[in-house]
């Protein structure tokens, strides 16, 4: 068997120069490098390297290649190195689970043999880095006594706007990272507890680099976004991640991350609409170094890595999403089945336990129950899972299987199923109209116009035009204009263009209708011989500016929906234009049982250079209440706290107003879908 291209670390390697996830050191674009223990049968070795193979992918004539042995490869050659076969990279696919499982199992030894003696398997070496290997910790501990990042560095606070400063400082991939909120950044979620009550001492984030590897280039990653320097976020983080899309199969991206680069490239001083057309850029491998919130460490310093699973860290039960509970199911043998059906419900993510086997183990232990939520395994987070991660999760354990999962209250054994999701679901129907104490102008930098548009014209004539939202839609947004079509009447006044809000037609108001209604209405006055229209354009001052300097491809990528995409939507930032007329708002009650936290942090309200700004949320804290209940979103805007208007408040009024509130607050929220890449 070839020898590794890099010797192991010795006592002079630094954190820095070591590989975070195989423990030698290599550049970081290139493969990673392990020590195995036993002879590797060829048909389990990369034909480019020489090496057992990493991320094996088949092509179309029969062989196999690391994937980045053949990226690179195939970035100068179009064929295949062993039989010369005309070859593209987006032909091949990823090999089968059975064989990855094979190159899972390889044994290896740990790099850094002279502190460590330990041998495991192959797909086991970066925890036992993380977790165990007393040498990789002896490293990470130097580092961060040499130089701890500040949070403010990291993700830079809008006062310098810029991450220019903060890349000659390397961000190591998983590297802990604490320390002060930024300046102007009401932050109640990272609120220390009282002196006599060990809660937990400071919020652990961690900077990580994420690669997503796409066969199509220019298929969506499947993330909603908010935020960039033109919004009161600041940072572009992650809102929501997509069912069964690119991000959602890799599993390692969450909700509430702040995504800081992009191949390289920073998000940190641009604004919205140019970050979107950085993500949607065609390209095979997608390299995201990202922000992840881990919780709160705990002030014992013995306490598992931050890294374990979040819900682990603060197990106390939620009244309004059940409890929390954590159960360990040891195997006798490696490959003893658990006996866990696991399953995915259609109106909510995760992974949820969908029946006991019995005789089996999970049956026998009988701490698990049909109908619990897996939030996570062996340290894992599942709350955005699939039942085939979690169980390739569990295949890859050794003897003890940790389960960290969300149990509702009184949960009955026949129909308790879809009597706790109607339970669960009814203040998601709790939808009112933005109320006249509540009303406020949209951020500074966002407008909207109105508009009348009037025309003449034959009966048999269409408008044109094609629709989308609806108060029966999700976020409960208002009726919008998805395309004009160049063959009807509006199309040729020009006045009336995508992503406009639609208010009434012919006098017939708009905004409290379905779908269906929308369009029922719009074909029955369309038949007249004249049409009055009402409608809402939205904007935004950065996408103006920008947009003198941005290529013609930029703005088609931006605004521009193809006559196929039936689901377009206008970017999160177009929706902070609309005036609060017409906005829809919900109450959220959030509920605990000590002096914890809330669990999220926000930003807004007066401030000199900017005037007053709503409130928006932007990070919701792994393992507090506004965590578990599930219903807070990044970017969603704080209208107001147990039914007092935030409107005209500073940070220093909202600051005592929730912290006031010790088992129970009511939040009313507008929340707007981010934007989709």
Not at 265 to 276: D, F, G, Q, T
Request: a negative charge.
């Amino acid at each position: 068997m070839t020898e590794p291209k890099a010797s192991p670390p010795a006592g002079g390697v630094t954190w820095a120069r070591v590989c975070k996830e195989c423990g030698q050191c290599h550049d970081g674009r290139d493969s990673h490098l392990f020590e195995y223990q036993d002879e590797v049968d060829d048909e389990l070795v990369c034909h480019i390297c020489l090496q057992p193979l990493l991320q094996p992918m088949d092509t179309p004539c029969g062989h196999t290649y690391c994937f980045h042995c053949l990226s690179n490869f195939l970035h100068d050659q179009d064929f295949c190195p062993v039989d010369r076969q005309r070859l593209l990279l987006q032909q091949c696919r990823a090999s089968s689970l059975l064989v990855r499982n094979l190159l899972d199992k390889l044994a290896v030894l740990c790099p850094f043999r002279g502190e460590c003696q330990q041998n495991m398997q192959r797909c086991e070496l970066q925890p036992h880095l993380h977790n165990r290997c007393p040498a990789f910790r002896r490293l990470r501990e130097e580092a961060e006594r040499k130089k701890r990042p500040s949070w403010n560095e990291l993700k830079g606070s809008k006062s310098d706007g810029d991450l220019a400063d903060a890349k000659s400082t390397p961000i190591a991939r998983t590297g802990q990272l604490s320390g002060p909120s930024e300046p102007g950044l009401v932050n109640p979620a990272f609120e220390e507890g009282e002196d006599d009550t060990p809660l937990r001492s400071s919020l652990v984030a961690e900077a990580t680099v994420v690669e997503l590897f796409r066969e199509d280039p220019d298929e969506d990653l499947g993330l909603r976004i908010v935020g960039g320097k033109d919004t009161p976020l600041g940072n572009i983080v992650i809102q929501e991640i997509v069912r069964d899309s690119l991000a959602a199969r890799d599993g390692k991206l969450a909700p509430g991350d702040h995504i800081l680069e992009v191949n390289d490239v920073s998000l940190a001083s641009i604004p919205h609409n140019r970050a979107i057309a950085v993500l949607r850029q065609s390209c095979s491998r997608v390299r995201l170094t990202v922000m992840q919130e881990k919780g709160f460490k705990p002030r014992p310093e013995h306490l598992a890595q931050p890294s374990a699973s979040p819900p682990s860290q603060s197990p106390n039960p939620n009244q309004n999403h059940g409890t929390i509970i954590q159960v360990t199911l040891v195997k006798r043998e490696r490959s003893e089945p658990l006996g866990i059906k696991l399953i995915r419900k259609s109106e909510e993510p995760g992974v949820f336990i969908l029946d006991l086997l019995p005789g089996g183990l999970a049956a026998k232990d009988g701490k698990l129950r049909n109908n619990d939520k897996v939030l996570g395994i062996n340290g894992q987070d599942l709350r955005h899972g699939t039942p085939e991660s979690a169980a390739q999760i569990i295949q890859a354990c050794e003897m003890r299987v940790n389960f960290v999962v969300m149990r509702l209250p009184d949960l009955l054994e026949e129909g308790g199923e879809g009597q706790s999701r109607g339970a669960r679901r009814v203040p998601e129907l709790q939808y009112f109209k933005r109320r006249s104490e509540y009303m406020k102008e949209p951020p500074v930098g966002f407008s909207s116009q109105e508009k009348t548009v009037s025309l003449k014209k034959e009966p048999r004539h269409s408008l044109g035009i094609t629709i989308a939202g609806g108060r029966d839609c999700r976020s409960r947004l208002p009726v919008y204009i998805t395309s004009v079509q160049p063959v009807g009447c509006l199309h040729r006044d020009g006045t009336v263009k995508t992503g406009d809000v639609l208010l009434s037609i012919n006098d017939i108001d708009l905004t409290h209708l379905t779908y269906n209604e929308a369009v029922t209405i719009l074909k029955t006055q369309a038949a007249q011989n004249t049409v009055t229209l009402r409608v809402i354009q939205t904007s935004a001052e950065e996408e103006e500016q920008d947009g003198e300097s941005s290529t013609r491809e930029d703005m088609e990528t931006l605004e521009g929906p193809k006559e196929d995409d039936i689901n377009w939507a206008p970017l999160w930032t177009r929706w902070l234009g609309l005036p609060s007329c017409i906005h829809w708002c919900r109450d959220i009650m959030l509920m605990k049982t000590n002096s914890e936290s809330w669990g999220f942090s926000i930003v807004g309200g007066y401030e000199e250079s900017r005037g007053q700004q709503p409130f928006f949320i932007k990070t919701i804290v792994p393992g507090t209440p506004a965590h578990f209940d599930g219903r807070l979103k990044c970017g969603d805007e704080i209208v107001a706290v147990n039914g007092v208007t935030t409107v005209g408040m500073n940070n220093s009024s909202l600051i005592p107003m929730l912290k006031l509130q010790k088992n129970k607050v009511t939040l009313t929220v507008v929340s707007w879908p981010g934007s989709l890449v």
